[in-house]
């Protein structure tokens, strides 16, 4: 019924959509914390620092995880970038449905 109404509204109806969920494989705040930690990330300002640095040094994952969505580090972003590589290349096979193409070609992209 709903199918029809769209058809008449904008010409075409509901369609099913097939969907890769991909998942870091690591932990991105264990991995933003750690970044942190080993002195690679530079930060202007004191109070930036401050609190960057007391977020890396928090136990409780939640403090990990706002530190990763505040790290705007191109250094971080390459490393993030590099694991959600890794990730996808895991998925080849899903993704190259996806995409319909062979897997071979979808590595070869990857």
Known sequence: ?????????????LRRIQAV???????????AAEFVRSGRMRV????????????AAGEARHESDLLSYLLF???FASQLI???RHDAARKADEL???F???????QAHA
Do not use: Y
Not at 44 to 55: Q, W
């Open 1 to 13: 019924m709903m199918n029809h109404a769209l058809v008449r509204l904008r010409g075409a109806p």
């Open 21 to 31: 969920h991909i998942r870091p494989s690591e932990d991105i705040g264990a991995l």
């Open 44 to 55: 202007h300002g004191r109070v930036a620092r401050r609190l960057i640095h007391r977020l």
């Open 73 to 75: 580090d191109g250094t």
């Open 82 to 84: 590099e694991l959600g």
């Open 96 to 98: 190259a449905q996806l």
């Open 100 to 106: 319909d193409i062979s897997p071979a070609a979808a």
